[in-house]
Every structure is written in structure tokens, then in C-alpha cells.
């Protein structure tokens, strides 16, 4: 009786879960099988087609290597950064300067994409941007670029608002695991004599590594689901330069009409952020044994 009961509350959940989850994937694959011009209804079938398409077509690519250009810069600061400074805001002694630091932080992330994208379209603008005028005005001004205008600069700068914005959630939920250590520990460790840096990797490194590891899988699967950034800021120019996966998904179906290879693409996304899930996971599983 009670686990009928049981399954009665779970059915429901898993119920929603299939119809908004599992069914869109599986009709994904299945619209990824098509030559499908979304306005005229027409539909033909091709196989594979679409996914044979993908390592012919140059943009696909350039959008691949953004997207791991942009999941790995995203490591690097929104896990080990933010790792890092958590230590250090944890650090301080007085509880106002740790809360005062702690709100700093955080409110970049509490804009919106769209909004942050706007901001810093407006920051990079090269004629009256913040950012140019600033180097002008202590004598940079050779370093003044059309930062978006330019397929060498485009992609970082875009890369560089989002680590901004993103900076802070990271920093702010590393600052709650080191929290969670006994302060004991750190007094042990104290009392052997180790010091700040030694005790950063001692101690913390090790007690945050379940967060260490959730950021590093969240960092990376955003990586490859990112979206508003980018076409707030270029539309994946100049020249498609700044594509990503999602981006070029979103041409390829709604700008040149062709939604089959749209569908491939995501089909792509799905694999990718899921092979990344599965591998952390069984990663984090492992250490566990072992721990």
C-alpha cells in the first residue's frame, strides 16, 4: 500500500518529466532525419544527411572551437578563480567586510544576460566606449580596438563579460562549501604550523571538491548552452566569427530556413553536455569509492 502510494505522488513527476523532456529529444531526432522548410510545410527525408553535413560545413567548427574556448576560459575563473577568491573573502576576520565583499561580488550576477551583454556593448563601442577612452586617457590609445568589430578581439570580449557576470554566483556558492568546513580542522592545521597557501590546498581544496566538482560540470555544460551573450552582443559576427553551436542552431533553422540541420546541431548540444554529465558524475562516483 504505501509504495502504490509512493508511485502515486512519483507518476505524476515523471509523467511532465516525458512529456517536456524525453519526447522533445526523441522528436528532435527524429525532425534531425529531415530536408523540413518550415514555412512551406515541405518535408523529405534524409537520413543521416544532416549529420554528414557537419564536419563539411567550416562554420560548425568554428562554432565547436568557441564553445571550448569559452567552456575552458570558464574553468579557469568561475571555478578556480572563484575558488580562490572564496578562500580569501572567507579569510577575513571581521563579518561585516565578508558580507559587504560577499553582495559585492555577487550583484554582476544578478543582471541579466541581456542586460550585461548590453552594458558591455556599450563598453567596447570604439568611438565613445568607456574602455577606449579610458586607454586614451592614460596614454594606451594604440590598444584602442573595434573590440566587436574584429574577428581577433570579437570572441574575448565576449568571453570576458560573461566571466564577469558569472564570477560572482561561482565565488558566492564556494563561499557556502568553506563555510561548511569545521573550523576545527583549519585550528588543527593552525597549530601544526602550516600556513595560508598550504592550508588553501591542504584543507579547502580537498573539503570543497563535491562544489569543485558540481561548478566544474555546470561550467562546462553552460559552455556549451551558451546563447544570449552572443547574440546580444554580435549575432555570431563578424564574418561568423563568434558563432557557437547554439547560435549557428538558431541560423541555420530560423534565418536560412533549414531546420533538419538545425535539429542535427542540437541533437550535437545533447550529446556533448550529456557525455560531460555522465563522465563528471562517474568521475565524482569513483573518488567517492576511493575517499
Known sequence: MRRALGLAWVVPALALVGVFVYLPLVQNFGFSTLKWDIYSGGQEFVGLGNY??????????????????????SIVFQVFGALVLAALIESIRSDRWRRSLRAIYFIPSAISLTVAGLLFYFIYEPSIGPLNHALRAVGLGGLAEAWLGQESTAMGAIIAMSQWQGFGYSTLLFAVAIQRIPSEI??????????????????TVPLVR????????????GGFQVFNEVMVM??????????VLGTWLYRSGFVRNDFGYAAAIATVIFVITMAIAVGQLWVARRRRVEW
Open 52 to 73: 554528414l553535413r557537419l564536419p563539411r560545413d567550416p562554420v560548425f567548427w568554428t562554432s565547436l572551437v568557441n564553445n571550448v574556448l569559452y567552456a575552458a576560459v
Open 186 to 203: 583549519y585550528g588543527a592545521a593552525l597549530i601544526d604550523g602550516t600556513g595560508p597557501v598550504r592550508r588553501f590546498f591542504s584543507v
Open 210 to 221: 563535491e562544489m569543485t566538482g558540481l561548478m566544474t560540470m555546470v561550467t562546462i555544460s
Open 234 to 243: 554580435t549575432s555570431g559576427g563578424p564574418d561568423n566569427s563568434t558563432q
